[in-house]
């Protein structure tokens, strides 16, 4: 998985936490002009990309009131819910984290809205923010 060439750290997509996609899509599409790309729903969601230069905008609403999308709208309310950076070694970057005590919420990867392999971290070790890891 890892490229030849090192692309390095980059930011992936913001994913932005909404109440329905009908009300807050044509803001980022039709007002702001990003483009729409088709992407896989995932962890109870449906996920809305939205071309924004080379990263993305991920409009995610919950379908299940149980998902981590829903959970996080009920008690914050919308907005942005997590930045997901790519990186040129995804296990070395996990290990690294483990390595650095940094909590993860995935401990193996799994695949995600754009059929890459992902991680999450517990925002308890990076900030306060809730970061996805990626292959490029
Ligand atoms: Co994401």
């Known amino acids: 998985m890892t490229p030849s060439t ?3 750290t980059r930011v ?12 807050s899509l044509p803001f980022f599409r039709d007002v702001l002009g990003l483009t729409e790309v088709p992407l896989d729903d995932s962890d109870g969601a449906s996920i809305v990309g939205l071309s ?12 299940d009131p149980a998902s981590p999308i829903a959970r996080f709208v009920a008690k ?15 296990d070395a ?7 650095a005590g940094v909590q993860l919420l995935d401990e193996k990867p799994r695949i995600g809205a754009e059929g890459k392999r992902i991680a999450f ?5 990076t900030g306060g923010v809730l970061v996805e890891l990626s292959d490029h």
Not at 12 to 23: D, N, P, R, T
Not at 54 to 63: H, K, M, N, R, S
Not at 76 to 81: E, L, M, Q, S, T
Not at 93 to 99: A, G, S
């Open 52 to 63: 924004a230069g080379e990263p993305l905008v991920e409009l995610l609403q919950a379908d």
């Open 6 to 8: 090192p692309r390095g």
């Open 12 to 23: 992936s997509h913001i994913g932005i936490a909404v109440e329905a996609l009908a009300e």
């Open 121 to 125: 971290l517990h925002p308890k070790s």
């Open 93 to 99: 970057t996990l290990d690294r984290c483990r390595k």
């Open 76 to 90: 914050r309310g919308p907005g942005i819910h997590h930045i997901c950076f790519s990186v040129d070694d995804l």
